[in-house]
């Protein structure tokens, strides 16, 4: 297994792969012992075969109709050598994990070949959010990357097939690099917003997700300009003109009365 996305529950997961012979790759087929199914996992269908030619596209047709194409190559239909395998988690199984048995079978041989995949299934729907910033301060011309980290009903991750949905995600101090689509996926329940900071200050970075009991939330951080750390004011340098004269006063005042009394 080359890649794995977390199922919603109610709806779809998946995994890539790929068959080797020893170190090379061979192409071929999976598909799963039905008697390792569960309730949970109730059926795993094989989308497209593995594949030795990385230009491959033969398989891929149905890859768009599942949104299978954006998560595997970042566009749909895109060619890919890699196996891929969706799996379907049940509506009444609920979140959790199940062992699946794949299954190969040896062209010359006639016999299979196995191999067991934890297939995972999680919440579609965010419950609960918080938001953090990779650095408490930045530079400007820093790059800062927010990390809006959801949680489903249960208290776990959702899945890899949750969205954010209409979402107001925004950097004080900062601009997005890419505009946030209500397409945005989660993964490992997590989901990421760069931005280029340009001004100075103390800022929040604030997600906003409509539809939720958490109407919003805030991490807080500053923003500092390198040019300007450790300059000193115009204010700092007459406050120190201002007490150096007052010292030469007070010297000339004692000299003077040094001299009366002599």
Not at 43 to 66: F, N
Not at 234 to 255: E, F, G, R, T
Request: net charge neutral.
């Amino acid at each position: 297994m080359t890649k794995k996305w977390v199922g919603s529950v109610g709806g779809e997961g998946g995994f890539t792969f790929q068959l080797t012979n020893g170190t090379t790759k061979v192409p071929g087929d999976v598909s799963a012992l039905v008697t390792s199914l569960t309730p949970r996992i109730s059926t795993v269908t094989q989308l497209k075969a593995a594949s030795i030619d990385p230009a491959a596209t033969s398989g891929t047709e149905s890859l768009s109709t599942k949104n299978w194409g954006n998560k595997v190559t970042g566009a749909d239909n895109g060619p890919i050598s890699d196996g891929l395998v969706e799996h379907v988690c049940t509506s009444g199984g609920g979140v959790g994990k199940d062992t699946i048995t794949l299954r190969h079978l040896l062209p010359v041989t006639e016999t299979y070949i196995t191999a067991t995949v934890e297939l995972n299934c999680a919440s579609p729907a965010i419950s609960t959010y918080t938001v953090s910033m990779d650095k408490a301060s930045y530079n400007i011309g820093d790059i800062a990357t927010m990390t809006i980290d959801a949680k489903g009903s249960d208290g776990g991750a959702v899945s890899d097939f949750a969205v954010v949905g209409t979402t107001d995600s925004s950097a004080g101090g900062g601009t997005i690099t890419k505009a946030t689509s209500t397409s945005d996926a989660f993964s490992g329940g997590k989901r990421t917003y760069t931005f280029q900071m340009t001004t100075a200050g103390t800022f929040n970075g604030l997600s906003a997700i409509s539809g939720l009991v958490t109407k919003s939330a805030t991490a807080k951080y500053s923003v500092v300009d390198p040019l300007t750390v450790g300059a000193v004011s115009n204010a700092d340098v007459l406050k120190s003109i201002v007490a150096l004269i007052a010292s030469i006063n007070k010297q000339i005042a004692a000299l003077q009365k040094l001299i009366l009394k002599r």
